[in-house]
C-alpha cells in the first residue's frame, strides 16, 4: 500500500540551528501535503498546507519564516524549522493526498512523524 | 504490535439519523486515543480524545466516542446527521506518552450524509 516516509525520525539540535524534515510519497504522486505538530498530552495542530510547486498556505498564528514548507515535487515536501528554540520541541507529522483522476476518490495518507529536540 | 483498524472505507447514512464511524485498536500498554475529521480540502481538525476518565467523550459539533476497553473499540457517534458532516474521518491511537510521541492511524472512513 501507499507509504509516506519522514526523515529523519528523531532529531537532536542545539538552539539557534536550523533543521530540515523530508515527508516523502513513496509509490504515489500528492497533490497535497499537509505539516501537523503536536505537543505532549494535545492534538495535532495543522501548520500548513502544501501544494506542488506553489507556495504554502500557513495556518493562523504559524510563522512563515520560522516554518519554511518547499514542495518541490509531488513526491518529496520539506519543513524547515530556522533558527530552533527549545519550544520548538514537538513531534511534526506530514501527510499527502492523492487524488484519482476522475477526482472521486481522494486519499490521504500520514507519516509516522518526526521528534524534534531542541537543546 | 501497534494498530487502528478502522472497518469501513465508507459509510452512508441519511440526514437526522444517528451515525457510527467504527475504530478499533491493538495497543501493548494504555491506549490514548484520537478522532480527527478532514473536510474536502482541508487539513485534519481534532474532534475529540480519550486519555482517561469517563468511558463517553463528548467533542466538536456534537460528536462523541465510547471506548470500550474489553471491545478495544472507540467508535465515533453523533445521535443525528448534518449533510455538513460529511467528510472523512481518522482515528489514531498512541501507546506511550513519555518515551513515544507517534501516533498509529487508522486508514480513514468516508462518510457521507444524504439529505
Known amino acids: 500500500g501507499a507509504v509516506v516516509s519522514q526523515h529523519p525520525s528523531r532529531v537532536i539540535c542545539k538552539s539557534g540551528t536550523s533543521v530540515k524534515i523530508e515527508c516523502r510519497s513513496l509509490d504515489f504522486q500528492a497533490t497535497t501535503m499537509f505539516w501537523y505538530r503536536q505537543f505532549p498530552k494535545q492534538s495535532l495542530m495543522l501548520m500548513a498546507t502544501s501544494n506542488e510547486g506553489s507556495k504554502a498556505t500557513y495556518e493562523q498564528g504559524v510563522e512563515k519564516d520560522k516554518f519554511l514548507i518547499n514542495h518541490a515535487s509531488l513526491t518529496l515536501s520539506t519543513l524547515t524549522v530556522t533558527s530552533a528554540h527549545p519550544e520548538d520541541s514537538s513531534f511534526y507529522i506530514c501527510?499527502?493526498?492523492?487524488?484519482?483522476?476522475?477526482?472521486?476518490?481522494?486519499?490521504?495518507?500520514f507519516g509516522p512523524g518526526t521528534r524534534l529536540l531542541v537543546l | 504490535a501497534q494498530s487502528v483498524a478502522q472497518p469501513e472505507d465508507q459509510v452512508n447514512v441519511a440526514e437526522g439519523n444517528p451515525l457510527t464511524v467504527k475504530c478499533t485498536y491493538s495497543v501493548s500498554g494504555n491506549p490514548y486515543l484520537f478522532w480527527y475529521v478532514q473536510y474536502p480540502n482541508r487539513g485534519l481538525q481534532f474532534l475529540l480524545k480519550y486519555i482517561t476518565g469517563d468511558n463517553l467523550v463528548k467533542g466538536s459539533y456534537g460528536f462523541e466516542a465510547e471506548f470500550n476497553k474489553s471491545q478495544t473499540s472507540f467508535h465515533l457517534k453523533k445521535p443525528s446527521a448534518l449533510v455538513s458532516d460529511s467528510a472523512l474521518y481518522f482515528c489514531?491511537?498512541?501507546?506511550?506518552?513519555?518515551?513515544?510521541?507517534?501516533?498509529?492511524w487508522g486508514a480513514g472512513t468516508k462518510l457521507i450524509i444524504k439529505p
Open positions: 501527510s499527502a493526498r492523492t487524488i484519482s483522476r476522475d477526482r472521486k476518490q481522494e486519499t490521504q495518507y
Open positions: 489514531a491511537v498512541r501507546d506511550d506518552w513519555v518515551s513515544n510521541y507517534q501516533l498509529i
